[in-house]
């Protein structure tokens, strides 16, 4: 898509950016503005990965209807992702996070590049019924559910507006299997996978965790159970590059997409 023309000096604007920051993500916005991490020596590597991996798969499910694509996008930090769709060429998206002071900077990062038809919502994602109400063909939920404590809930309410293509991208716990004893002892249920419980209190001010201390990362097949009984009825694990970071190599973070049909 080409980038549009921002309104202003370029070295005015790029002062307004660099004093919004903090920037949690480098990101380039065209025509030479772009934010500067504060954590990408040690984050690079993995976000190229990941925008890699979302990008093709988007790509490879839309082609050519990008254009005409409307999509939300939950837990959208500072726009990363949003930013990256803009780029692949969608025209509508909508942003939604826990995080006002986040949304703040994507707004403005958006009003600065001169993107337009893109929205900006402030909620708890596990409440999003009360917040966004319309459809969209593709949904992202990228970064986190492993941040919350109801990530089936919240992966409910995102399939609910969602109407084609879902991408989630998640840590994720060792895979657990087996069964349990259900009522007496000669009635096994058995697992469809797990989530583990996680404390992120250690993460107290960090901006990107989620709204209560404790968390549910799903195991991979967890994952995968609960997007196909939303209804995703294909549901496909997508490869990392080969020269990809090395945790979605050794499929410790996955990226898993759904499809309606
Ligand atoms: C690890 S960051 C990931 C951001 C971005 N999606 C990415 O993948 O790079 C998690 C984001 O989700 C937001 N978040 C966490 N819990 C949330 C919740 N319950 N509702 C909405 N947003 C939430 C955080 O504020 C943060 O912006």
Known sequence: MTMPTPVGNT?????????MG???YDMELGNGLRTTS???????????????MVAGAVRGHFGERLGSVNALDVGCHEGYFSFLLRELGVPRIHGVDLRLESLQKAR?????????????????CEE?????TDQYELCLCVGLIYHLENPIRCLRQISARCSEMIVVETQVCDEIQGQTEWGRQECQMP???????IDETCFDD???????????????????????????????TI??????????????????AGYRS
């Open 11 to 19: 070295a005015e604007l790029q002062a307004r950016i660099d004093e």
């Open 22 to 24: 903090p920037w949690f």
């Open 38 to 52: 504060k954590v990408a020596a040690t984050h690079d590597n993995i976000h190229v990965t990941r925008r890699e």
């Open 108 to 124: 403005s990062l958006a009003e600065i590049a001169g993107h337009e038809s893109m929205d900006w919502t402030h909620c708890n």
């Open 128 to 132: 999003l019924d009360h917040h966004v």
């Open 191 to 197: 697992y469809q996978g797990g989530f583990a419980l």
């Open 206 to 236: 960090n901006p990107e965790t989620g709204a209560s201390p404790l968390a549910l990362c799903p195991s991979p097949e967890a994952l995968r159970t609960v997007l196909r009984s939303l209804g995703f009825s294909r549901v496909e």
């Open 239 to 256: 490869s990392p590059p080969g020269t990809g970071n090395e945790q979605m190599l050794r499929g410790k973070r996955v990226v898993v």
